[in-house]
Structure formats: structure tokens, C-alpha cells
């Protein structure tokens, strides 16, 4: 059907093609991956969805990471019930993938202080915040954010107990690339050996 690109009628090099895709966006900030829907299970087994920012891929073992405030209710529920499901789109791509997987809280070890260090400053700002996220207040702006006179990026710093990496290790991967020459679509579940793939109807 048409002439796809040469990536979109093989299934490893599709999967190639997107896991490449998802490392871009980790530095291209205009990446439509760079941001992607998230969607957990909430305290009435409700699903709840929102928006994360990618900030780290480990391509070989299918994990994407984003942070989070540790106070916030998708740590809650992650703690919880780890099954999470991602959401990922770049319309000038006409690519989507969807994933599913478990997440992992990384707080106060190795991995959260190279992250929280590594974050830019006015990223660890959004740590500080009192009260935490998702806390009832009176007026709009009946919060604040701790200023600190300690250095920025260290355990000194006020928002570094708040802080939070999850990492999503995903089992199965779900390709969608929308074109006029013909759609195509391809699922991606992890085994022992690697993967097993197959072509799915759009």
C-alpha cells in the first residue's frame, strides 16, 4: 500500500525507529515526545491520567524516566498498584506510541541525587512548593516556594526530600505511524530472549 518509509514496512527497524525517536526527545525540547500522557491507578482502581515531562531513556531496557514530587498522588498510587501506561505523540511525526509497563520510585538514592543535581535550577524550584501537590488552599495563589541560601542540587537544597525519578520499564510497545500511503501499526512485548513482534491492523 504506497510507499512508506523504509523503517515503517520492517518490524525491527520499527521499533528501531521509534525507541530512536523517544532518545531524541529526551534533548530536543520541540520533540513531540517530549512530554507524554501518563495513567496510573487510582485509589477506586479509576484510571488517572496526566502529563509528564521525558527526562531520561535507557533504550536497550525499554525504561523511560520522568520526575515528580514525591508528594504528589501518582507516587501515592504508583506505591500503590506500579502498572502504568504511557502515552507518547508527535503530530509532526505522525507517529504515536503507547506502552505499557512498571514503574519504579527512585527517591533519596544514587539515581534521584544525580537527577535532582543535574535538574536546572529553576526545575528544582517546583520542589519546594508549600503546601504539596494536590493540597486543598483558599485563594489561587495561597502557596509558595522555599527560598533556599544553601547550594542548589544538594540535600541542603529545601525541595530535595520532595524529589522523585520514576522509572518505567515497559513490557509491551505499541507503534502507530499515520500516513496517506497507508497506516501501520506493530506491537512489541519484551521476553527472555528480547522481543516478539507483530504487524496489527490500523
Known sequence: MGNCPNWADNLDRMLAHGLSEIERAV?????????????TIGDDGAPESRIVVLRKVLTADWVIRFHTDSRSD??????????????????????Q?????????????DTA???????KPLGRVCYRIQPGPGSAIDEPDAY???NSGEAEGTATDPGWPNFCAVDLSLHEIEILYL??????RA?????????????LAP
Open 97 to 109: 506510541i503507547r506502552a505499557r509497563g512498571r514503574a519504579a520510585l527512585r527517591q533519596k538514592d
Open 113 to 119: 541525587r544525580l537527577a535532582f543535581a543535574e535538574a
Open 74 to 95: 501518582k507516587v501515592a498510587e504508583i506505591a500503590k498498584d506500579d502498572r502504568v501506561s504511557a502515552l507518547l505523540y508527535d503530530k509532526d511525526l505522525r507517529l
Open 187 to 199: 506491537r512489541f512485548a519484551k521476553t527472555s530472549a528480547g522481543y516478539a513482534a507483530s504487524w
Open 144 to 146: 509558595s516556594h522555599s
Open 27 to 39: 534533548e530536543d525540547r520541540h520533540h513531540g515526545f517530549r512530554t507524554f500522557g501518563l495513567s
Open 179 to 184: 500516513a496517506h500511503e497507508g497506516h501501520r
